[in-house]
């Protein structure tokens, strides 16, 4: 045996029977080092394929409440039911090696992330479906009606009955009332 073999061997040896040691030592070079540890973290993401990358931020979303879009995925109960192998065949079965900006996509955006309700859109495709909100009467939230901004409109006098009154009046913030009047607000711009 070699001496760089028997080195190897000692030092693992060592290794194994002082476990805790090494992980005392590691997060101590870790804290002292910081920059070298995000740039090896940078190296091992970067040579990641593209469907792993896709799994792991899935299952950031879903699973780790610390992570900044959480509310939008775990926290209104979302799951990721996939294997980073249903990523990889999604990934073939769409060609997304063929897109730009492939962005996995849910079919039914109240769904769980499934084989069956995910695919991989261009990012772009992907945005604009996320950005068709339900504005006006169509939202489920919103407490203003078509009537109601006539009304509000009718009752308008300047300099007498003010914004303010009528957002006391329709129980309405006044930024609401002023956006209904002045027609800034793109979903109430249309109704006369």
């Not at 101590?28 to 940078?42: F, G, H, I, Q, T």
């Not at 990934?91 to 769980?112: C, T």
Request: charged content about 30%; hydrophobic content about 30%.
């Amino acid at each position: 045996m070699s001496q760089t073999v028997r080195k190897q061997l000692t030092n693992r040896i060592w290794r194994i029977n002082n476990v805790e040691k090494c992980r005392v030592y590691t997060r101590k070079w870790r804290l002292a080092n910081p920059e070298k540890v995000s740039a090896k973290a940078k190296i091992n993401r970067e040579n990641l394929d593209p469907w792993v990358k896709t799994f792991y931020e899935v299952n950031k979303r879903c699973n780790q409440p610390s992570f900044k879009s959480f509310s939008y995925y775990g926290g209104r109960g979302i799951k990721s039911l996939m294997k980073r192998q249903d990523f990889e065949h999604l990934w073939f079965r769409d060609n997304a090696d063929l897109m730009d900006k492939p962005s996995i996509d849910r079919i039914d955006s109240d769904g769980n992330y499934e084989l069956s309700n995910c695919r991989y859109i261009e990012m772009s495709e992907n945005i604009a479906r996320g950005n068709r909100k339900k504005i006006g009467e169509l939202n489920p939230k919103s407490v203003t009606t078509t009537d109601t901004v006539r009304a509000i409109r009718n009752e308008y006098i300047p300099n007498v009955v003010t914004s303010k009154m009528l957002a006391s009046k329709y129980k309405l913030n006044q930024h609401t009332i002023d956006s209904i009047l002045y027609k800034r607000d793109k979903c109430w711009r249309t109704v006369c």
